[in-house]
């Protein structure tokens, strides 16, 4: 007979409180095997616990609003984001047509892949947000295509976007292009490549350029510690000539890269050919930026000295041309928080692809979520958090079926080895003490 106890791994921080901060130690999400979880639950452990001690003493979270009303994904697409964010920050939705003042409402709105257009009026809250100290965390896509589409028929054209942010971004300092970036440096997706004897189709992996892996190679504390990140349909930036404005370049594709632009139609049948290497001549795109500085508002020398009274008077708050200093960060990929589904529809953990190189059954994981993270710290000015949650531990561990193999003879060696040593050491102790005294 025998028993078994589950043990999940956690702990409870107390302050001047009845009431404790329960702490996880257990990085158990979705689509991650055993080994890896016990491997960030190590590495996450110093983070996770000073988190749960400055909860404690600052009791009031900083507010994160997602932007809603323009077309973004169902939530169960933010899902494992969303998630992440409730455990550090108070996380709520915000719809524009709906309130006047977003400063008001929260520190820092995300913005993910809006697929409407932005009114004026709507563009004018957003640029009082910035010019009174909100953060923005942009991640919008320039053109349309859509995974859902392909997966219902092989091919599709692709078309751009009229989000209407064009002159607001490039008054910020960075400009949203309207392409489509190809990489070969990218994940791949199983196509069919022929039947079995039996009649099953035959899947095999073919790289997907329209997948980009980016792998950060800036000395940013955003980018510590992260090794590489997976985008899907993503687009390019370019900076804007702005000298009160700091860019720093987080994210960009490798040296073998090309852009192709609207309308495109997107074929993933030609992607069982050998891709053309000596079209992909670009190197190094843009696709995540940071920006620090003043920013100028969008609406400067635009307001009529009326609306700039009712503004002031009414609504009580006054239109400002200029922020203080104030960041924002903006992603050319609207898909870089969303989560895929493993069986059922259940969310699986931010970072997760479910086919790799090796095996198109087998998925690969990567690092978009503790990138989305280091922004959002960065910009709420929680710089700490970053580098305890970037601290790696690779633990050591046991091939579990070469153990079960391999398991008598390593008993035998173990038990064996430190006799014969013994019986060694005493013969040479025994010869020498025999030389030794045979000569007096």
């Known amino acids: 007979n025998y028993s078994q106890k589950l043990v999940i791994p956690g702990a409870l921080i107390f302050y001047r409180s009845e009431t404790g901060v329960p702490i996880n130690l257990l990085n158990n999400e979705s689509g991650l095997n055993s080994q890896l979880a016990l491997n960030n639950s190590e590495a996450q452990l110093e983070y996770k616990i000073s988190s749960g001690i400055k909860a404690q003493l600052s009791p009031f979270r900083k507010r994160i609003s997602l932007l809603q009303g323009q077309g973004e994904p169902d939530f169960i697409y933010l899902y494992d984001f969303i998630k992440t964010l409730t455990a550090f920050y108070q996380v709520d939705t915000l719809r524009l047509e709906k309130i006047v003042d977003i400063k008001k409402k929260t520190d820092l709105l995300v913005i993910a892949q809006p697929k409407t257009a932005f009114s004026e009026q709507e563009k004018f809250k957003l640029d009082q947000f910035v010019m009174n100290g909100g953060k923005i965390l942009w991640m919008l896509d320039a053109m349309n295509p859509s995974l859902d589409s392909l997966i219902q028929k092989p091919a599709m054209l692709a078309l751009n976007y009229e989000l209407n942010l064009e002159d607001q971004l490039f008054t910020y300092g960075v400009r949203l292009n309207n392409d489509l970036l190809m990489d070969l440096v990218c994940n791949p997706v199983p196509l069919s490549v022929n039947s079995s004897s039996s009649g099953e189709m035959q899947f ?51 040296e073998l890269s090309r852009l192709v632009f609207s309308p495109w139609v997107i074929d993933f049948r030609e992607l069982h050919k050998e891709p053309d290497q000596s079209t992909y001549t670009k190197r190094n795109l843009p696709v995540a930026v940071l920006l620090e500085g003043k920013f100028s508002s969008l609406y400067k020398n635009r307001v009529t000295d009326e609306m700039a009274s009712i503004l002031r008077d009414s609504l009580k708050t006054p239109f400002k041309e200029i922020s203080g200093e104030n960041s924002m960060i903006v992603i050319a990929d609207g898909d870089f928080a969303i989560n895929e589904f493993g069986k059922g529809g259940v969310p699986m953990s931010l970072g997760y692809y479910r086919y790799s190189y090796e095996d198109y059954r087998k998925p690969s994981y990567f690092e978009n979520k503790k990138f989305l993270l280091n922004c959002i710290d960065y910009l709420l000015g929680n710089s700490a958090n970053i580098e305890t949650r970037g601290k790696q531990v690779r633990l050591r561990l046991l091939d579990a079926s070469k153990t079960k193999a391999e398991k008598t003879k390593w008993q035998m060696i173990n038990l064996s080895v430190p006799v014969i040593l013994m019986i060694l050491f005493g013969a040479i102790y025994f010869i020498i003490r025999i030389r030794r005294f045979s000569k007096l």
Not at 227 to 242: I, M, P, Q, R, Y
């Open 204 to 254: 095999k992996s073919f790289p997907c350029p329209y997948f980009p892996v980016l792998v950060p190679d800036s000395k940013h504390l955003i980018d510590y510690s992260i090794e590489s990140v997976k985008t899907t349909f993503a687009g390019t930036l370019d900076t804007v000539a702005k000298k009160e404005i700091r860019k720093t370049v987080l994210l960009h594709s490798s």
